[in-house]
């Protein structure tokens, strides 16, 4: 399985970013899609999942709101709307894969198999 990540960049506060995950080797249906990110100095931290089935969408408290993960079966790829976005939201964002299909996804890092490679995502103030 590979993941792909992309549209990350520079933002003002305030602006939005969408970020894309595209994935080769298996079908996003197969197993649950999350978004992480890590700031420096920081641990990888859940920002938002998408369960096999597409329902019950999951997001960390600071993403509730603001963010929105969605898929596209056709392109296989998982998307991560962010708006609203703040200086504190600047971070290196990852997309990966879990073989699993717990309902909602799990939100440790640890229980993804599959890792794409991060995409910086920059907020000036």
């Known amino acids: 399985v590979q993941l792909q990540a992309s549209g990350g960049g520079l933002v003002q506060a305030g602006g939005p970013l969408r970020l894309s995950c595209a994935a080769s080797?298996?079908?996003?249906?197969?197993?649950?899609m999350g978004w992480f990110r890590q700031a420096p100095g920081t641990e990888r931290e859940f920002v938002a999942g998408?369960?096999?089935?597409?329902?019950?969408?999951s997001y960390a408290d600071f993403a509730k709101g603001r963010f929105a993960i969605s898929r596209d079966e056709a392109k296989n790829t998982v998307y991560l709307q962010m708006n609203s976005l703040k200086p504190e939201d600047t971070a290196v964002y990852y997309c990966?894969?879990?073989?699993?299909?717990?309902?909602?996804?799990?939100?440790?890092?640890?229980?993804?198999?599959?890792w794409g490679r991060g995409t910086l995502d920059t907020v000036s103030s």
């Open positions: 080797g298996r079908s996003i249906r197969r197993g649950n």
């Open positions: 990966a894969a879990d073989e699993g299909r717990w309902v909602p996804v799990r939100q440790s890092a640890d229980t993804y198999e599959y």
């Open positions: 998408i369960p096999w089935s597409g329902s019950l969408k």
